[in-house]
């Protein structure tokens, strides 16, 4: 059965380890430095309030992680929660918990108006799961200007 339970100080090795996975597979399509993605999990662990971790267990083993923020959007009149990461180890895939996670997740954010994510075009076995749960493709060209 599949717990999920907030991102801690205490997991840093196990969550940095699927973090560093993550970035190094088809769920993303450019290269995140590590001392970025070290940084991003401090801030879910630590002080910053618009960042959050979730670890997820099975038993007494981490099989997965899940980074959110929230916000506004004026597009659906309300707030936006922004699945930022979501991954499961693969050796986890296929066993039901990323249904399960959204399950909790749907019932947890009972105010939240929009669930969003993004996917890869090369990431079809999870499309094909938010697209199960009723997740529709929102057909915008992300435009960044990143900060140093």
Not at 17 to 29: G, N, Q
Not at 60 to 77: K, R
Request: hydrophobic content about 40%.
């Amino acid at each position: 059965m599949l717990q999920i339970k907030p991102m801690t100080i205490k997991d840093e090795a196990q969550v940095m380890e699927m973090v560093r996975d993550f970035y190094h597979s088809d769920a993303v399509d450019h290269v995140v430095g590590d001392q970025v993605l070290h940084r991003t999990f401090l801030d879910a662990v630590g002080q910053e309030p618009s960042l959050w971790g979730l670890v997820l267990w099975d038993g007494g083993q981490a099989v997965g992680f899940s980074y959110l923020t929230s916000f506004y959007a004026c597009e659906c009149g309300g707030k936006t929660l922004m699945i930022e990461e979501i991954y499961l180890k693969e050796s986890c895939r296929g066993k039901g918990f990323g249904r399960q996670f959204f399950r909790w997740l749907f019932q947890e954010y009972p105010q939240v108006k929009r669930f969003r994510l993004e996917v890869t075009k090369a990431n079809a076995g999870a499309a094909k799961l938010y697209a199960s749960l009723g997740f529709v493709p929102l057909e915008y060209n992300q435009m960044i200007l990143d900060r140093e």
